[in-house]
């Protein structure tokens, strides 16, 4: 497996810029080491996680909006953990959320007031926030399945990039020199070789993802009827 050390070093050994005085420095290859492991994640479609802290979110009495974590790209699954209900993932645009009163006016089921067990989460809105339909009347837990972005920055060489397989740790290299290739500097400015490397990095997110994909896909049996 490699670390961000060993990233780094590769990265000044493949532009080849590992004697002082550098072209890049090393702030600047942090930045792009971190840059470039948080788009792997975002173009493979996100970390799945259901254990973290984050995917277990307050439900409070009386408050019909929830704190969640930046970091989650996409909701998959939600359950109350008082007695392991569905809560339904909706998103607040969904038409499907409309109902009509005894008078025949609609209106939105998120705008209900009425306080009652969680049965909606309503996201999209606001980034970092949801909101609980019916409006908590108890205090509970909802625990979330979710995609995330990963938990911990690249700020120095002893990030071990745990998150990402290590097997594509070093295609991060290609979106580095990407933007490494962009520094408006006379020695360091190649649009073309900015333009090939980000093209690489992005088949190899394409590939990343199909393989994600096909991991996370069921297994189906295929029974056949006899003659």
């Excluded at 996100?46 to 802290?53: E, K, L, R, Y």
């Excluded at 109902?99 to 067990?117: H, K, M």
Aim: with cysteine; charged share 30%.
């Amino acid at each position: 497996m490699v670390n961000a050390g060993e990233l780094f070093e590769a990265f000044r050994s493949d532009v080849v810029d590992d004697v002082a005085p550098y072209l890049w420095k090393d702030s600047e290859i942090v930045r792009y080491a971190d840059a470039a492991y948080r788009r792997f994640v975002r173009l493979t479609g996100g970390i799945h996680d259901f254990t973290s802290p984050l995917t277990e979110v307050d439900i409070v009495a009386g408050e019909e909006i929830a704190e969640v974590s930046p970091l989650i790209l996409r909701f998959d699954k939600a359950v109350r953990q008082s007695d392991g209900r569905e809560i339904t993932i909706a998103n607040w645009t969904d038409q499907n959320l409309m109902r009509r009163d005894d008078y025949g006016i609609s209106s939105f089921l998120y705008n209900d007031r009425a306080p009652g067990e969680v049965r909606y989460m309503v996201i999209g809105s606001e980034v970092g926030k949801v909101k609980w339909v019916s409006p908590p009347a108890a205090d509970d837990v909802a625990l979330l399945q979710v995609y995330r972005l990963p938990l911990t920055r690249i700020v120095d060489e002893t990030h071990t990039l745990s998150e990402v397989n290590e097997d594509y740790h070093i295609h991060l290299l290609d979106w580095m020199k990407h933007l490494a290739y962009l520094k408006r500097d006379s020695e360091t400015y190649n649009k073309r070789a900015s333009d090939e490397h980000r093209a690489a990095f992005i088949q190899t997110c394409a590939e990343a993802k199909a393989e994600m994909d096909r991991y996370r896909s069921k297994v189906r049996t295929v029974q056949y009827g006899g003659l």
